[in-house]
């Protein structure tokens, strides 16, 4: 307990002393950075709500943005309606909930803290340069993870056994290193709960270290980006998760289509390095050969897996035939508590108490109508940035589709695993969210005060 209390001391000193020897919106990236790579197992248990590490960043940030609030730059705040049509739609939905404590829970995690995180952002940042940290600071942190991840895979240790055991997520196994699937072996998952949610950390910052080694001049920031780029794609592969690896690959293709050409030459040199491994090491091709049969063979591990998505579907689907439910759900949570039956072939039908698939879990959890308004919640930003990308400037909007890629990237995560409400990555997702929205702000203040707002560096890119 010793260690959690102090990175809990180190986190309160670090924010505070940014905050008032610089400025809240210096304190930003130490957030950012904090709220990414430390995990969940680093928590105080209280009984109630259980004091998690980010958790406690988020209470001083939000005592820091009160106490010494000025005058926003951002004077809009957009996404207004739809986060409070969704939050009055979630406490109707907890109202009925059949786990009534667990949805309030959730409520205040999934309400309070995303959201409060979104807004202290939007109305803290003042120029696009504090965006650039914030993204850097979220990349320097995945890369860190991915260091972990590499200890995991050849050292057979893992920085979540440094905590107690009884926080620790182990999946019934009781060893911090994850072998729920045998017929993948270790599988990196680092310092989040799941190997798909680390997999699908590193596919959401992917973009933006792509970005920002197109913008920042120092060049032991650029050598520093690289190496995490090669670590992040190294880590991504060792998650051995499909729904990453997919991820990957849809938000990569938006790059290519819509990223400046600088951006396009560094997919095309990881598109020639990634060709070269596979001729290099046939086993690299060999894996991911056997990975894709064991997917459509049934009697695998991985094939069970694949097969568990449609009969999840099919089950959460006859579920809500009660209209009451088909409206408002079961309640934040409920799934967890409770479970649902899954009728899997060659597998007795039981109870299953995980969900791998946040769009299906939000379905079950909140109804059809608090898919569709959490999906237009979550569609909006992307679509804000898109917008913009068609209106700025070259030198300017190419930010705007790295973040639509991010997005892109969480979206299909979140048709395999439960990305939303668990572990770090709807945290990360709600950053990601409050820089996009920001950017887009800031650019439309600067232009009509005609103020340059680039990037650092953003003049060797126009210029190239």
Same mark, same amino acid.
């Given at each position: 307990?010793?260690?959690?209390?102090?990175?809990?001391?180190?986190?309160?000193?670090?924010?505070?002393?940014?905050?008032?020897?610089?400025?809240?919106?210096? =304190?930003?990236?130490?957030?950012?950075?904090?709220?990414?790579?430390?995990?969940?197992?680093?928590?105080?248990?209280?009984?109630?709500?259980?004091?998690?590490?980010?958790?406690?960043?988020?209470?001083?940030?939000?005592?820091?943005?009160?106490?010494?609030?000025?005058?926003?730059?951002?004077?809009?705040?957009?996404?207004?309606?739809?986060?409070?049509?969704?939050?009055?739609?979630?406490?109707?939905?907890?109202?009925?909930?059949?786990?009534?404590?667990?949805?309030?829970?959730?409520?205040? =995690?999934?309400?309070?803290?995303?959201?409060?995180?979104?807004?202290?952002?939007?109305?803290?940042?003042?120029?696009?340069?504090?965006?650039?940290?914030?993204?850097?600071?979220?990349?320097?942190?995945?890369?860190?993870?991915?260091?972990?991840?590499?200890?995991?895979?050849?050292?057979?240790?893992?920085?979540?056994?440094?905590?107690?055991?009884?926080?620790?997520?182990?999946?019934?196994?009781?060893?911090?290193?994850?072998?729920?699937?045998?017929?993948?072996?270790?599988?990196?998952?680092?310092?989040?709960?799941?190997?798909?949610?680390?997999? =699908?950390?590193?596919?959401?910052?992917?973009?933006?270290?792509?970005?920002?080694?197109?913008?920042?001049?120092?060049?032991?920031?650029?050598?520093?980006?690289?190496?995490?780029?090669?670590?992040?794609?190294?880590?991504?592969?060792?998650?051995?998760?499909?729904?990453?690896?997919?991820?990957?690959?849809?938000?990569?293709?938006?790059?290519?289509?819509?990223?400046?050409?600088?951006?396009?030459?560094?997919?095309?040199?990881?598109?020639?390095?990634?060709?070269?491994?596979?001729?290099?090491?046939?086993?690299?091709?060999?894996?991911?050969?056997?990975?894709?049969?064991?997917?459509?063979?049934?009697?695998?591990?991985?094939?069970?897996?694949?097969?568990?998505?449609?009969?999840?579907?099919?089950?959460?689907?006859?579920?809500?035939?009660?209209?009451?439910?088909?409206?408002?759900?079961?309640?934040?949570?409920?799934?967890?508590?409770?479970?649902?039956?899954?009728?899997?072939?060659?597998?007795?039908?039981?109870?299953?108490?995980?969900?791998?698939?946040?769009?299906?879990?939000?379905?079950?959890?909140?109804?059809?109508?608090?898919?569709?308004?959490?999906?237009?919640?979550?569609?909006?930003?992307?679509?804000?940035?898109?917008?913009?990308?068609?209106?700025?400037?070259?030198?300017?909007?190419?930010?705007?589709?790295?973040?639509?890629?991010?997005?892109?990237?969480?979206?299909?995560?979140?048709?395999?695993?439960?990305?939303?409400?668990?572990?770090?990555?709807?945290?990360?997702?709600?950053?990601?969210?409050?820089?996009?929205?920001?950017?887009?702000?800031?650019?439309?203040?600067?232009?009509?005060?005609?103020?340059?707002?680039?990037?650092?560096?953003?003049?060797?890119?126009?210029?190239?």
């Amino acid at each position: 307990m010793w260690l959690i209390c102090a990175i809990d001391v180190l986190v309160v000193f670090t924010l505070v002393r940014l905050a008032t020897k610089h400025g809240l919106e210096r =304190a930003l990236p130490a957030f950012v950075f904090f709220l990414t790579l430390i995990p969940g197992e680093c928590r105080i248990v209280t009984g109630v709500f259980d004091l998690y590490t980010s958790r406690l960043a988020l209470i001083v940030l939000a005592a820091l943005f009160f106490t010494k609030r000025k005058k926003s730059v951002i004077q809009t705040f957009p996404l207004k309606n739809l986060l409070f049509v969704h939050a009055s739609w979630l406490l109707l939905s907890t109202l009925v909930s059949i786990v009534v404590l667990t949805s309030a829970k959730q409520f205040l =995690a999934q309400v309070l803290e995303y959201y409060l995180i979104y807004y202290i952002i939007l109305k803290t940042v003042t120029d696009v340069q504090t965006i650039s940290k914030l993204a850097f600071a979220m990349v320097a942190a995945v890369g860190v993870a991915c260091c972990f991840g590499l200890l995991e895979i050849y050292a057979g240790w893992s920085v979540l056994s440094i905590f107690p055991a009884e926080l620790q997520q182990t999946f019934g196994s009781g060893n911090t290193l994850y072998t729920e699937l045998m017929d993948r072996g270790i599988r990196a998952r680092s310092t989040f709960p799941h190997p798909i949610l680390f997999g =699908a950390a590193i596919s959401m910052v992917l973009p933006l270290a792509m970005y920002l080694l197109t913008t920042v001049s120092s060049r032991f920031q650029k050598v520093f980006l690289y190496v995490c780029v090669v670590v992040m794609f190294w880590n991504l592969y060792k998650t051995s998760s499909r729904g990453p690896w997919l991820a990957t690959i849809a938000s990569l293709a938006v790059l290519l289509l819509g990223a400046n050409r600088k951006v396009r030459k560094q997919l095309l040199v990881v598109g020639v390095l990634a060709s070269l491994v596979l001729l290099v090491r046939p086993g690299v091709t060999d894996t991911i050969w056997n990975t894709y049969l064991a997917t459509l063979n049934p009697n695998t591990g991985m094939g069970m897996s694949f097969a568990y998505r449609p009969a999840l579907y099919r089950a959460v689907t006859k579920a809500l035939e009660d209209p009451l439910r088909a409206l408002l759900g079961f309640g934040l949570g409920a799934f967890r508590d409770e479970g649902l039956i899954i009728v899997l072939p060659n597998i007795a039908p039981h109870r299953w108490f995980t969900c791998d698939s946040a769009w299906l879990l939000l379905t079950y959890e909140t109804g059809y109508v608090g898919l569709l308004f959490i999906g237009a919640l979550l569609m909006k930003p992307a679509v804000i940035a898109l917008r913009a990308y068609r209106t700025l400037p070259k030198p300017e909007r190419y930010f705007c589709i790295n973040c639509v890629s991010c997005l892109v990237s969480f979206f299909v995560v979140m048709i395999s695993v439960a990305a939303y409400g668990w572990g770090q990555n709807g945290q990360m997702l709600w950053v990601v969210i409050a820089m996009t929205v920001s950017y887009v702000a800031l650019s439309k203040r600067g232009r009509e005060r005609q103020v340059p707002v680039a990037l650092p560096a953003m003049e060797e890119m126009a210029a190239f």
